[in-house]
């Protein structure tokens, strides 16, 4: 097969996913595509700027579907990011801006409050695009609006909860719903918790399953699903209850394996999160290196996190953030599926829980005051090995998931 045509086959795979991370029964191997066509360097260069111009090409392709086959439901925000359709949020608005906004058509759906961070979402006037809601809040005077945008429902549905092992570990999640691993979970999208793929997979590097060993093998796992049945799941403020929930849980480290744009409320409950004792960990995504800033990753403060194969490379699906923090194996290795067995997976995704997984060892209490030294603990059990993995590899021997 051609280089061309390997790489155009490896990355339509990469990307199907429109979770940005994936579950692949079998991955082709792009080994071939990352060597340069006769060992000439402009070659390596060419096949680089191809592949990022393929990923940047599928993401648009796989919000375009998105949009597409959700009308109604799902929009573009005015940067071209899929959005709650027909929805804005506003943050700490007083009574005299919802009511200037309730006089131009705009209607309240929720005010709420997370982390101290107060916000309202409200419902767009019938024919009024995203682009031109924001427009007009601003003219009445708002000052943080934004669409809702996604990040791969809301309201909870209470908990469902399985015993833990008793390792004394616990570690907060926020992705689909978890099935098979020892969980509480609470649902933030409509139809959740219910268990899905991808978060039954990402659990699994966690606390291990019947057939996969975790990071932190009996750990107990609080799953924040904000996907449900909702296809327009994984929006800011389903995430931003998530957190809520998970801080007031005294939950020490959580996993975000989740990608988007800034989003101004969930920068400020990211950040009140962090200032309470919790470590937030994030995948930097699958668009590749030309792709925009992932979110949450590039919040500061939160644990950014890329993915390697088996051979300690960085993954050229890899996504990118303000700062990097660290690598762990995502791909070549083993997740638990649907069924109870196993699967293999690969994208950021899968490395962020393996991360999440050693910090919880080294952190295990909610404490601001041991983050440092929890960190640093982390940092000296890292592999150096340049600036691509951040601080370094962690968990290498992770990636031999299986039991």
Same mark, same amino acid.
Request: proline content about 5%.
């Given at each position: 097969?051609?280089?061309?045509?390997?790489?155009?086959?490896?990355?339509?795979?990469?990307?199907?996913?429109?979770?940005?991370?994936?579950?692949?029964?079998?991955?082709?191997?792009?080994?071939?595509?990352?060597?340069?066509?006769?060992?000439?360097?402009?070659?390596?260069?060419?096949?680089?700027?191809?592949?990022?111009?393929?990923?940047?090409?599928?993401?648009?392709?796989?919000?375009?579907?998105?949009?597409?086959?959700?009308?109604?439901?799902?929009?573009?925000?005015?940067?071209?990011?899929?959005?709650?359709?027909?929805?804005?949020?506003?943050?700490?608005?007083?009574?005299?801006?919802?009511?200037?906004?309730?006089?131009?058509?705009?209607?309240?759906?929720?005010?709420?409050?997370?982390?101290?961070?107060?916000?309202?979402?409200?419902?767009?006037?019938?024919?009024?695009?995203?682009?031109?809601?924001?427009?007009?809040?601003?003219?009445?005077?708002?000052?943080?609006?934004?669409?809702?945008?996604?990040?791969?429902?809301?309201?909870?549905?209470?908990?469902?909860?399985?015993?833990?092992?008793?390792?004394?570990?616990?570690?907060?999640?926020?992705?689909?719903?978890?099935?098979?691993?020892?969980?509480?979970?609470?649902?933030?999208?409509?139809?959740?918790?219910?268990?899905?793929?991808?978060?039954?997979?990402?659990?699994?590097?966690?606390?291990?399953?019947? $057939?996969?060993?975790? @990071? +932190? /093998? *009996? &750990?107990?796992? =609080? %799953? #924040?699903?904000?996907? !449900?049945?909702?296809?327009?799941?994984?929006?800011?403020?389903?995430?931003?209850?998530?957190?809520?929930?998970?801080?007031?849980?005294?939950?020490?480290?959580?996993?975000?394996?989740?990608?988007?744009?800034?989003?101004?409320?969930?920068?400020?409950?990211?950040?009140?999160?962090?200032?309470?004792?919790?470590?937030?960990?994030?995948?930097?995504?699958?668009?590749?290196?030309?792709?925009?800033?992932?979110?949450?990753?590039?919040?500061?403060?939160?644990?950014?996190?890329?993915?390697?194969?088996?051979?300690?490379?960085?993954?050229?699906?890899?996504?990118?953030?303000? $700062?990097?923090?660290? @690598? +762990? /194996? *995502? &791909?070549?290795? =083993? %997740? #638990?599926?649907?069924? !109870?067995?196993?699967?293999?997976?690969?994208?950021?995704?899968?490395?962020?829980?393996?991360?999440?997984?050693?910090?919880?060892?080294?952190?295990?209490?909610?404490?601001?005051?041991?983050?440092?030294?929890?960190?640093?603990?982390?940092?000296?059990?890292?592999?150096?090995?340049?600036?691509?993995?951040?601080?370094?590899?962690?968990?290498?021997?992770?990636?031999?998931?299986?039991?």
């Amino acid at each position: 097969m051609r280089t061309t045509g390997l790489l155009m086959l490896g990355l339509a795979s990469l990307l199907a996913s429109a979770a940005a991370a994936q579950l692949l029964p079998a991955v082709p191997s792009l080994e071939g595509a990352l060597r340069p066509v006769g060992g000439a360097l402009d070659g390596a260069v060419e096949t680089a700027a191809r592949g990022a111009r393929d990923l940047a090409e599928a993401r648009l392709s796989r919000i375009a579907a998105l949009v597409r086959a959700n009308p109604g439901r799902v929009a573009l925000d005015p940067d071209g990011f899929p959005a709650r359709a027909g929805e804005v949020i506003l943050s700490d608005p007083d009574a005299a801006l919802v009511t200037a906004a309730e006089t131009k058509g705009f209607a309240v759906i929720e005010r709420e409050e997370a982390l101290g961070v107060g916000y309202a979402r409200l419902s767009v006037p019938k024919g009024l695009a995203l682009k031109a809601a924001i427009r007009l809040l601003r003219a009445l005077g708002a000052k943080d609006v934004s669409a809702d945008q996604l990040y791969s429902g809301s309201g909870a549905t209470g908990d469902v909860s399985q015993p833990s092992s008793g390792s004394g570990l616990r570690v907060g999640m926020i992705d689909g719903g978890v099935l098979g691993s020892a969980v509480t979970q609470r649902g933030f999208a409509s139809g959740a918790p219910r268990g899905s793929k991808h978060g039954t997979a990402v659990a699994s590097l966690i606390s291990g399953s019947d $057939h996969v060993r975790g @990071a +932190a /093998p *009996g &750990a107990h796992v =609080l %799953a #924040a699903d904000v996907y !449900g049945s909702d296809p327009a799941g994984g929006n800011a403020t389903a995430i931003v209850k998530a957190l809520g929930w998970l801080v007031a849980e005294r939950v020490p480290v959580v996993t975000i394996s989740l990608t988007g744009p800034p989003n101004f409320l969930l920068g400020r409950v990211v950040a009140a999160a962090q200032a309470r004792g919790t470590i937030i960990v994030a995948a930097v995504g699958n668009d590749g290196a030309a792709s925009p800033l992932s979110y949450p990753a590039s919040y500061p403060g939160v644990i950014a996190v890329t993915a390697t194969d088996g051979r300690k490379r960085i993954l050229i699906e890899a996504g990118r953030a303000t $700062h990097l923090d660290y @690598a +762990a /194996p *995502g &791909a070549d290795i =083993l %997740a #638990a599926d649907l069924t !109870g067995g196993a699967v293999r997976v690969r994208g950021t995704s899968f490395a962020a829980p393996l991360v999440a997984a050693v910090i919880a060892r080294a952190y295990p209490v909610q404490a601001l005051a041991n983050r440092a030294s929890a960190l640093a603990s982390v940092d000296a059990g890292a592999e150096r090995l340049g600036a691509r993995y951040g601080r370094g590899l962690v968990c290498s021997a992770c990636r031999m998931a299986l039991k």
